[in-house]
């Protein structure tokens, strides 16, 4: 009995909220609605742009205080042909003692400078090939070596600290 | 609300791009590369995709895929260790790397993407794309073709109807399309290429060239010497680069071999004429397709209005004239030509998202605006291509004793005298508190809105009384009268430079008259009448010298002063001492710029 003198409560309170909807918003209202709306899509803009701002300024910490070290890695990177070279003169056959000699003591004050700049050298004949360090450019099948393993090294690869500055060029078996 | 990320999925290289602040930003890979290889491997339970996947391919060629996107929207099927892969799923697999080397540079989620397709992608290749992005965890956006985006990112779409060719020679292939852009209107009129014709092919000439000379002077074949054939290739492609550039360039490579009689070296100089004479015929074959889309578009070459360069190999020079030759006209290429499609997406992207529009509609001051300071300076403020909103503030102060009104001259210009500029304003505050000069604290501040409104004001901060106005039209100059009133800054600078200097040496020795007055007035009867006398004596000199116009008497002067003053100051400080008292510390210098202290200061009212 009582829940039907509810449900009849409510009802009436129902239709009398219905009559009310009916009625037009006045303009204020409407032109509140609307002010509202734009308020909080301003909002959602600058605070995007906050947020986007943010991560702009992180980053670009992080690549300022990256600057000078990758600007290292990359004159370095440009001598590597230089060492190359260097190596190749060194193998060379040579009958001028006192010649060579001075190639090497020269070869060794680039290779000491360089290695003050952290520069490492990787990729050894025999190794097992690994992508993340190796290039390789050519593949033999070979019973007398293991399987994926380096068996040739073209190119030495080079690295200061986790940087790879060139991946060893290498030839690689089974 | 996340970014949504521009993917050019290319069939050797892909790259991604993304719009921040309004300008598109290539997303470098971890490894530093703005593109990544379009190559998946499998190795061991191991995914590799990119630049690693590359390095190892000729150890693994059975479970490593490139360039599958010349398989997208058919059935081939990929068997890796039994597994099935549908060309959906590999390119998914490089939207993937794609997705997270975005995530890791920007610091937040992506979910949503932009992808270029080749405008003759069909249906079925198109839906493949979208499925692939899909597979990657991507919401894709838009699918647009690749010479669209090339020409969203010269900012080409926003203009009328137009017809627009765009050439593209990159990695391996050569695509030439002609489309109709407009608002709202895309439509792809033609297209051709070569599928097989790209930079590699110009690289293998120069190397064929290498040697040949070589042969012919040494008599040694290198193309059996791997290690040898692998430096020249190197070079090869290292001189055609280095020759967009340059008109000649030398090749060095010591050692190269060895025979009987020695090491051998190659060198070779190789000039842009030798390159262009190597490469004719690979840039003629480019014009077949040309000839051919613009033929099935039912179009001359007169009939296109803009020319877009796309693919590294466009920068080539001779890859230039020959299109400018054909069509007639200057090609666009402004825009890094590997990375341009990215940026159209990208800018796609951004216009999806909103960006866009807001962020590029940031206006900046045109010229610098500022106020007058002692001496009929101008001081400038805001400097001029400022972006707005901005607000800065000043400190200021009076050039006399008991000054209670400052007067603010706000201008607006580049030439160093007040009256060489234009006044946007005058206003006064009033009511400072009776001060000596040199004390109160004026803060002016410039606050500009987004409509370029400016307000200015000044606050004595002491007192805390306030004032200003508001200037309406600073930003209402036309872009001539802006160009003349820099031109004429520059033409005029050396002129202008140097009555400031008059100006601020002045001031500069004003302030030191009165600072050395003040302490010898402070130290009294500390200062032995002999030398009272003898400052007494330069400092008039100095008074004198500035009656008249010649800054280097004025200069040498005050250069009296100074040194005479820091005489008697030590000597103070040492009777000081010796007393057993603490000596007077007067200032020598006149102050300048210490923490952002300006001095430059008002003209009284009382001085008009």
């Known amino acids: 009995m009582e829940t039907a003198e509810n449900t ?114 990787f990729g050894e004949v025999g190794e097992t090939f690994d992508a993340n360090l190796h290039n390789a450019v050519m593949h033999v099948e070979d019973e007398n070596l293991g399987k994926n393993v380096i068996s040739q090294v073209f190119q030495k690869g080079y690295r200061i600290g986790e940087r790879i500055l060139r991946y060893a060029m290498v030839q690689t078996a089974n | 609300m996340s970014k949504i990320i521009g993917i050019d999925l290319g069939t050797t290289n892909s790259c991604v791009a993304v719009l921040e602040g309004g300008e598109a930003v290539v997303i470098p890979n971890p490894e530093g590369g703005r593109t990544t290889p379009s190559v998946v491997a499998f190795k061991d339970n191991e995914r590799m995709v990119g630049q690693i996947a590359k390095r190892q391919a000729i150890t693994n060629p059975d479970r490593t895929v490139s360039s599958i996107k010349r398989h997208m929207g058919s059935d081939y099927k990929v068997n890796i260790d039994g597994k ?88 391996g292939t050569f695509d030439v399309s002609v489309i109709e852009m407009g608002e ?98 690979l840039v003629e074959s480019t014009m077949g397709p040309v000839r051919q889309a613009l033929s099935d578009a039912g179009l001359k070459p007169s009939d296109i209005n803009k020319v877009l360069l796309v693919g590294g190999s466009t920068r080539i020079p001779a890859v230039q004239e020959a299109v400018k030759e054909f069509m007639g006209k200057d090609p666009f290429k402004g825009i890094n030509p590997d990375e341009c499609v990215a940026v159209g997406a990208a800018l796609q992207g951004g216009v999806l998202t909103g960006d866009v529009k807001g962020l590029l509609l940031l206006d900046v001051t045109p010229l610098s605006l500022g106020v007058e300071t002692l001496g009929g300076v101008m001081t400038k403020i805001i400097e001029r291509n400022t972006t707005i909103p901005t607000k800065k503030s000043q400190i200021f102060t009076t050039p006399a004793d008991n000054q209670t009104t400052v007067e603010v001259h706000v201008l607006q210009g580049e030439r160093e005298m007040a009256a060489d500029n234009k006044t946007l304003g005058n206003f006064k505050l009033t009511d400072i508190p009776a001060a000596p000069r040199g004390v109160p604290q004026i803060e002016v501040t410039f606050d500009i809105d987004a409509n ?91 008074k004198e010298a500035l009656k008249g116009d010649n800054l280097d008497e004025i200069r040498n002067k005050m250069n009296d002063v100074q040194a005479k003053f820091a005489d008697l100051a030590q000597k103070a400080q040492a009777a000081a001492q010796a007393a057993g008292a603490a000596g007077a510390q007067p200032g020598a210098e006149p102050p300048k710029n210490d923490d952002g202290y300006v001095d430059a200061d008002y003209r009284s009212v009382d001085n008009n």
């Open chain 2, 84 to 171: 099935s892969y549908t060309p959906q799923e590999i390119s998914a697999m490089i939207l993937q790397k794609l997705k997270s080397d975005a995530e890791a540079y920007l610091g937040e989620k992506v979910t949503e993407a932009v992808i270029t397709v080749p405008a003759y992608f069909t249906d079925a290749q198109r839906q493949a794309t979208k499925d692939a992005g899909k597979i990657a965890g991507l919401d894709v956006k838009r699918i647009i073709n690749e010479p669209t985006a090339a020409a969203l990112a010269y900012g080409i779409d926003k203009e009328n109807d137009q017809k627009i060719m765009v050439y593209d020679l990159g990695g």
């Open chain 1, 8 to 121: 009849e409560t409510v009802g009436s309170e129902e239709t009398a909220q219905q009559q009310t909807q009916q009625q037009e918003p006045s303009p204020q209202e409407k032109e509140l609605e609307q002010l509202r709306g734009q308020v909080t899509e301003e909002k959602d803009r600058y605070l995007r742009l906050m947020a986007e701002f943010e991560n702009y300024r992180r980053r670009t910490t992080k690549e300022k205080e990256a600057a000078y070290p990758e600007a290292v890695a990359n004159i370095v990177k440009e001598l590597l042909p230089v060492v190359d070279n260097f190596q190749r003169a060194l193998e060379a056959p040579c009958s001028d003692e006192g010649y060579r000699k001075g190639v090497e003591m020269t070869y060794d004050g680039l290779m000491g400078v360089l290695r003050t700049m952290g520069l490492e050298e």
């Open chain 2, 184 to 281: 709202g209107v895309q439509e792809v009129l033609a297209t051709a290429g070569n599928n097989h014709l790209g930079g590699d092919d110009f690289d293998e000439r120069v190397l064929n060239y290498m040697l040949s000379d070589f042969k012919a002077n040494n008599g040694i074949d290198l193309r059996n010497d791997k290690m040898a054939l692998q430096r020249l290739r190197e070079a090869a492609e290292k001189a055609k680069c280095d020759l967009s550039g340059m008109t000649s360039t030398q090749v060095n490579l010591p050692y190269i071999t060895a025979d009987a009689t020695g090491p051998k070296h190659f060198e070779m100089t190789i000039t842009r004429a030798k390159f262009n004479e190597l490469t004719h015929d």
């Open chain 2, 452 to 542: 370029g409104i400016v307000h200015v004001s000044a606050k004595d901060l002491t007192s805390g009384k306030e004032t200003g106005i508001t200037i309406t039209s600073s930003t209402n100059m036309s872009k001539d009268d802006v160009e003349k009133a820099v031109k004429d800054a520059e033409r005029y600078a050396e002129e202008d430079k140097k009555r400031r200097e008059a100006i601020d040496l002045r001031n500069n020795a004003d302030q030191l008259v009165f600072n050395v007055e003040k302490s010898m007035s402070e130290m009294g009867d500390k200062l032995p009448a002999d030398d009272k006398a003898a400052i007494e004596e330069r400092i008039n000199a100095l």
